[in-house]
């Protein structure tokens, strides 16, 4: 899995960075609300692994966890960073800064490292090693933090 | 991959119904912003399906969105269900019905039959036969109809 996975993530940020037909049919703010959807949905998955690092060890649970994790990042959310989606919206609120949007190539290092951890993770989440599994989701809570500071606001 | 994603699928739906402490460690309004997160993002990736279907086909694309259904399907999701989710929290409103808390042995068959649609859908989107998975497809949108019509509000 780990071959095809990898190159899932580099197709899918390909297909991502060009821009596709189905960004341009969702709206500027119903990107903003799909691309956060994602993320929230990846955090409660994230904290069910930490739960089960820090308590009781369910392998198959925190395999479900870490597929889902992987699974949306390798799902091209790049295309939900369309035009006009570099600000709030009415009521829809983003956090992105602007250099999200004229980095491309620190952004790609951040994506590109953050589907890497992720898709690690699940594979390790898959062997079922605790110590293992501790040390990809630290890897994998790094990509994030990267991510989050060089381009999302406080 | 059928086999393990199968097993998966019932040992995560064993965990949803007996509930677990990941439960329990969000509010009832996040739980309700959780599950719709998870909905808002399958039903774009679900958009992504329908578009290549209907222009050009991108097997990787279709690949990647079905793998973010599944992983999002097998991640447990009927702990989002917990008490006091019944009813709108607030600004959180929640179109679920009543039903879904008490038919035990009715939401367990329609998230079986969407569990199995999802993975179906993703195993079928891995071999690349677009007639294949057109009817997956339909499939797994009638899985999830199969569900709002008993247990969603209008």
Request: with cysteine.
């Amino acid at each position: 899995m780990n071959t095809r996975l990898r190159a899932a993530a580099l197709g899918t940020l390909a297909i991502a960075f060009v821009g596709t037909a189905t960004a341009a049919d969702l709206k500027p703010e119903e990107q903003i609300q799909t691309r956060q959807a994602g993320y929230s949905f990846m955090s409660w998955n994230m904290g069910k692994i930490k739960a089960n690092l820090d308590g009781d060890y369910s392998q198959p649970q925190v395999e479900a966890a870490a597929n889902a994790i992987a699974g949306i990042a390798n799902s091209g959310m790049g295309a939900l960073y369309g035009p006009g989606t570099d600000k709030d919206i009415g009521d829809v609120k983003t956090r992105v800064k602007p250099e999200l949007f004229t980095d491309q190539e620190g952004v790609g290092e951040v994506a590109v490292a953050f589907i890497e951890a992720a898709n690690n993770m699940a594979e390790t989440a898959a062997l079922g090693d605790e110590a293992e599994v501790k040390a990809a989701f630290g890897k994998l809570g790094e990509s994030c933090k990267a991510c989050h500071k060089k381009y999302r606001k406080d």
